[in-house]
């Protein structure tokens, strides 16, 4: 699939923008819908309620059981939503409110969707390397919009998109997908996106990100903070507490908790402790219950 160069119908382009994420391995979606609470509401000033009951939906879900009603929410003045579903952990960010211009060069560049909310606007969806929970999207996609990509405002990890194939109720235009496609995955930055995420409380005052004050031995895990861990007010510098501190960066950054789990053994085992491989699996298990991410 790539850069298209001319209009399709409405049902081909929900059909080619559903098949392009499930190409990227997502299952499940969330569709939502701005319906105006009175009809012929103002867009800025009237009153619009979100009915959000669409979630954990597959694509045949939206093709087959919901696009009837999607058609006649639309042609009565909704706005259609759409998202991977926001609970999941997937490879797909947002960038919302990026240039035609920019989008382009985007999907040029990496596995991307491209869909134009208004005459040259669009909202893009960027394929990553990796899985990553709606933490680690949050924190990718405030990194793009640092860098000019991306309304900072849309960032919130599990944000919604709008639906091709629909009008806008905001612009007035059809919302059309202007292509999809599969270059190479974005790899994010994942050392500084765990860095950004590192509990501010935790570092000593004036400490900068990845400083550790204890002058002990450093770990192949340093890279991912220190410090990590506060009790009772008091940063823990002591190896188990700068650990739980590169976990819990590591886990928010959306990490494989396998390949966790065997950088702290490998840590641990190194400085000499006892039942490295009992220590680490029970660390980790701590971790994702505190956090509610899913041990496998």
Known sequence: MAILNRKIRPIEQISMFLSW?????????????????????????????????????????????????????????????????????????????????????????????VVETSRGNTQVWPATDRPLNKHARKNVQQSLSKRGYSDPGSVSGDHLGRLCGFSSMKHGTWVNLTGATTVVPYTPDIFNIAMDISPQESRH????????????????????????????????TSFSGREWGWIMGMLKAGMNVDEITNKLIEASDKRGKKHADRYARNTIRKACKELRISNP
């Not at 609470?37 to 979100?50: E, N, R």
């Not at 954990?56 to 929410?73: F, G, I, M, N, Q």
């Not at 909704?78 to 490879?91: A, K, N, T, V």
């Not at 005052?205 to 007010?233: F, H, N, V």
């Open 21 to 113: 994420f499930g190409d990227q391995g997502v299952k499940y979606y969330d569709v939502h819908i701005r319906k105006p609470a009175v009809p012929g509401a103002d867009y800025q000033s009237g009153l619009w309620i979100w009915l959000c009951h669409n979630e954990r939906v597959s694509a045949t879900d939206v093709l087959k059981r919901l696009l009837p009603w999607l058609r006649y929410e639309n042609a009565n003045g909704s706005d259609i939503y759409f998202r991977p579903h926001g609970e999941m952990d997937h490879r797909i960010v947002f960038l919302d409110d990026v240039s035609l211009i920019n989008a382009l060069k985007v999907a040029n560049k990496y596995t991307a969707c």
């Open 205 to 236: 005052p004036g400490q900068k990100p990845g400083m550790i004050r204890s002058e002990r031995t450093k770990s192949s895990l340093d890279r991912w903070g220190a410090c990590a861990s506060k009790r009772m007010g008091i940063c823990d």
